[in-house]
């Protein structure tokens, strides 16, 4: 039987791809702050309404996985996990995430197949930063895998996203980097 924490890695691919599925076509980034342009951006900072349209536009796109870590046990330090994977965000909130994986150290739930395909919904909360994986299907159990229950934060600098996965106790348990396909 697989732990939720061993299916963390997993779960942050998928709420990486989640996160970019839901946008809508727009610019990535402006520096509406005033701050440094290598500084993060929140989820929703740079847009002028703050609402989730503005979030979805930001995120909506296709994102390729350029780093996963994630910590196997509840007690234990993340640690960097090889794997790819594509993630697709629609302006509707639709995701779309194809990972593979092979890594030993990864949830066994996600090497079992040969390729991790799953579709649902992300939902966002532009205020808190934070999206949420919903009624997600897929080639393995999504529980066993991505932990949709867990809340996801979500930085934006440049043509990177960045995905925190994170526990009822605010422990980081997973972390994955995603990049902008032109």
Not at 2 to 25: D, E, Y
Not at 32 to 50: E, R
Request: glycine share 8%; aromatic share 4%.
């Amino acid at each position: 039987m697989t732990s939720r924490l061993q299916s963390a890695p997993i779960a942050a691919a998928v709420a990486a791809f989640a996160a970019i599925a839901g946008c809508s076509p727009g610019p990535m980034t402006h520096p509406g702050t005033g701050g440094p342009m290598n500084k993060p951006v929140p989820l929703g900072k740079d847009a002028s309404s703050g609402s989730v349209e503005a979030a979805r536009r930001q995120l909506e796109g296709t994102w390729d996985l350029v780093a996963l870590e994630w910590a196997p046990s509840s007690d234990a330090a993340r640690v960097p996990t090889k794997a790819t994977g594509t993630l697709t965000y629609d302006e509707f909130g639709n995701l779309r995430i194809d990972a593979h994986t092979t890594d030993a150290a990864s949830p066994v739930a996600a090497r079992e197949v040969t390729m991790l395909t799953f579709t649902g919904r992300a939902v966002i909360d532009p205020v808190k930063h934070e999206l949420k994986l919903m009624n997600l299907t897929g080639t393995a159990n999504p529980d066993e895998v991505l932990s949709p229950e867990q809340r996801r934060r979500v930085e934006l600098e440049a043509d990177l996203l960045k995905l925190s996965s994170f526990d009822d106790q605010g422990r980081v348990t997973a972390i994955s980097t995603w990049k902008r396909r032109p």
